[in-house]
């Protein structure tokens, strides 16, 4: 089974400051059909989770250009360029490309 | 519009069974591979099973808490997605989510299940 890992698990940041977020599988996740199934999800408090990023860097519709994904292999990244106060909550990658699917412990993005 | 709706959810005891269901709109649901997610109050979220297409086989995949008591099955003509839950445990209780991480979908709101006595 793949292993998520997320680092850090939880973040205070400045509202106006970046903030990356870092997800490490225990296994690459090219899946056969070459792309690569890695998404990263954004819970507010009291909401569901909301898709953010698919296939390591597309940014869902509607989602802001201050959010970024990145990485290769088994190591990828989520970048905020600078935090708003509605970007708090926690953070979740995902990787669906090999069964069973599974998520990293998810971080917590707070404002300082 | 592009949609899952999830529905089913209720207050049952343990050792009793419920299906939730998930209405898919605005994709093309019969080439979707579906799966469910749970998430336990305050905890993460937890990947529960998977159906592919019927063109790859309806293979399913199962997390090794729920595999042989929950059931995920498709009704491709209605755009339906299911989840049949049997001896369920205090431990099943949380908000189920249908998803379908392969395709650029949002995910929906969710539908409660709480096992208790």
């Known amino acids: 089974d793949i292993v998520m890992t997320q680092t850090p698990l939880s973040s205070p940041v400045t509202l106006g400051q970046p903030a990356s977020i870092s997800c490490r599988s225990s296994?690459?996740?090219?899946?056969?059909?070459?792309?690569?199934?890695l998404s990263w999800l954004q819970q507010r408090p009291g909401q569901p989770p909301r898709l953010l990023i698919y296939?390591?860097?597309n940014r869902f519709s509607g989602v802001p250009d201050r959010f970024s994904g990145s990485g290769a292999g088994t190591d990828f990244t989520l970048k905020i360029s600078s935090v708003e106060a509605e970007d708090v909550g926690v953070y979740y990658c995902?990787?669906?490309?090999?069964?069973?699917?599974?998520f990293g412990q998810g971080t917590k993005l707070e404002i300082k | 519009e592009v949609q899952l709706v999830e529905s089913g959810g209720g207050l049952v005891k343990p050792g009793e069974s419920l299906r939730l269901s998930c209405a898919a709109s605005?994709?093309?649901?019969?080439?979707?591979?579906m799966s469910w997610v749970r998430q336990a109050p305050g905890k993460g979220l937890e990947w529960v099973g998977r159906?592919?297409?019927?063109?790859?086989?309806?293979?399913?995949d199962y997390a090794a808490p729920v595999k042989g008591r929950f059931t995920i099955s498709r009704d491709d003509s209605r755009n339906t997605l299911y989840l049949q839950m049997s001896s369920l445990k205090t431990e099943d209780t949380g908000v189920y989510y249908c998803?379908?991480?392969?395709?650029?979908?949002?995910w929906g709101q969710g539908t409660l299940v709480t096992v208790s006595s």
């Open positions: 998803t379908t991480p392969g395709n650029v979908v949002p």
């Open positions: 605005g994709f093309t649901f019969s080439r979707a591979w």
């Open positions: 159906i592919k297409s019927k063109t790859d086989g309806e293979t399913i």
């Open positions: 296994q690459g996740l090219v899946h056969s059909d070459g792309n690569t199934y």
């Open positions: 296939k390591i860097s």
């Open positions: 995902m990787q669906a490309t090999q069964s069973p699917y599974s």
